[in-house]
């Protein structure tokens, strides 16, 4: 049986550096013990945003800036506002001045690379009669990787100077012709590392021929954690993020009411997925859950806690919510016509529509002639599939709504009263239920509310369900 765990590190705790050797990667191992680990990182919080562009405001980063095709000047100011960003990082990082070098001639090799494809690729793009737009995903890519190779180079110099035995495992592989599949590149990797006297540190990016980012948009780094736990036969998979997997947002409902959830399934982590929370991304999960991998959730600022653990076959032993969370900004797309009631197809167009279009389905609900999908998804995709299924069906009546769903999650919901008990604690607090979705598996109660009212509804939801609920089997306990 395999000893080994794969561990993945996100960008706020590679960030928070002393802490994340402090109560992670070192945490107080010494020699055997600090083997049997593959550790897969992701860059460091804000380098993808300053790559490609960011994450929530949209603000362009090199990636962005060379496809506005500005000119020279705004993608390298970019680019060069990315080797500033990479050497700051080390400086704050490096006690030994030789590995700073070495970390930094690595940045400076990789950005100048970087850089001249790119001139390369502009030089074309000027002549005019060179179409550069399929390259550009390929640029994506590229640029993507930078991050990753960065953070995971200068974490295993970082833990050479302590007297690790870490190596540095680039799946990057920018500069190869014949681009591998994911798996092949990872097995190609690790076959030849002794995982008994020798620490991974690998690059959550992997340069392969399905294109992650194309694939997996910003969630590549928890594929190739999934993949490489896999793949190797994995004991348990572990991801450190800067906070536990609380019952609720602690900056909503307070830090001294949120609660850690510590035992849930993955039938729960696919309904967080759903809405959009960051605990694992849907494709990750699912490769762990059918290999039979637990995957663990770890506070990386908690060393001594184990986190929440996350298996196949777990069911809480009362029925109960372990998690109160949601969709703040949502759209209700609501496609009415009359001459619906015994005709087929109506739902299949419209899927293809929102496929089409990227629009990511949270739920959907259909009566006799209306049929409503619940996206998260911004106004202006949402009118496009409209426009797009306006021209198909001249005769229905489309429309668009801003809403927001809150939803009460947990491995078994079953409790008889659960969903009066919810909607008394959101009349109590003035919000309107617009719609609710309950499904016959009993793992979560979805409530559609106006945006307005969403934090209001996530206190009291997690008032009722989560906080009353613990005081009331304390009490029994005590009895």
Not at 146 to 166: C, F, I, K, P, Y
Request: charged share 25%; glycine share 8%; net charge negative.
């Amino acid at each position: 049986m395999n000893r080994h765990s794969v561990e993945k590190i996100g960008g706020t705790s590679m960030a928070q550096t002393a802490t994340l050797f402090d109560n992670v990667l070192i945490a107080g191992r010494k020699g055997a013990d600090l083997y049997n680990r593959i550790f897969v990182v992701s860059a460091y919080a804000g380098m993808t945003d300053l790559l490609l562009e960011h994450k929530k405001s949209g603000q362009p980063g090199v990636y962005a800036r060379f496809v506005a095709d500005e000119g020279t000047d705004g993608w390298r100011e970019a680019i060069e506002a990315v080797r500033s960003a990479m050497r700051a990082r080390n400086a704050q990082m490096f006690a030994r001045a030789d590995s700073q070098r070495e970390a930094d001639a690595f940045v400076d090799m990789r950005i100048d690379a970087a850089a001249a494809c790119l001139n390369d690729l502009a030089r074309l793009r000027s002549h005019g009669r060179f179409c550069v737009k399929e390259q550009l995903i390929t640029v994506r890519e590229m640029l993507a990787g930078l991050g990753e190779a960065h953070s995971a180079h200068s974490t295993a110099l970082l833990l050479r100077d302590r007297g690790v035995n870490a190596a540095f495992v680039d799946l990057t592989l920018w500069y190869q012709q014949d681009m591998q599949e994911l798996d092949e590149r990872i097995v190609t990797a690790l076959e030849v590392i002794d995982l008994t006297s020798t620490l991974p540190i690998v690059t959550g990016y992997a340069g392969c021929r399905e294109g992650m980012v194309r694939r997996y948009a910003r969630g590549y780094s928890e594929m190739t954690f999934s993949r490489i736990a896999v793949l190797t036969g994995a004991r348990e998979a572990i991801i450190h993020k800067e906070f536990h997997l609380s019952s609720a947002d602690p900056k909503l409902v307070g830090i001294e009411k949120a609660r850690k959830i510590g035992r849930t399934n993955y039938d729960v982590a696919d309904q967080l997925a759903n809405l959009g929370m960051e605990a694992i991304h849907p494709g990750a999960g699912r490769g762990l859950r059918q290999a039979n991998i637990p995957l663990r959730v770890r506070n990386t600022f908690d060393r001594e806690d184990g986190g929440t653990l996350i298996c196949g076959d777990y069911v809480s032993e009362t029925a109960r919510v372990e998690i109160v969370t949601g969709v703040r900004h949502a759209q209700a797309l609501q496609f009415f016509e009359q001459d619906m009631v015994g005709v087929k197809g109506y739902d299949a167009a419209i899927l293809e529509a929102l496929t089409r279009h990227h629009a990511w389905i949270v739920s959907k609900s259909s009566n006799a002639n209306t049929i409503t999908h619940y996206l998260s998804s911004d106004a202006a995709t949402v009118k496009r599939v409209i426009d797009d299924l306006q021209q198909r069906y001249l005769d229905a009546s489309i429309s668009a709504h801003p809403v927001a769903m809150v939803s009460v999650i947990g491995s078994d919901i079953s409790r008889p009263s659960l969903v009066s008990d919810a909607l008394c604690a959101l009349g109590e607090e003035g919000v309107g239920v617009i719609a609710m979705q309950h499904q016959i598996r009993n793992v979560d109660v979805q409530f559609i509310i106006d945006v307005e009212h969403y934090e209001a509804a996530v206190r009291a939801l997690h008032h009722v369900l989560v906080e009353r609920e613990e005081m009331a089997a304390k009490g029994k306990r005590a009895a």
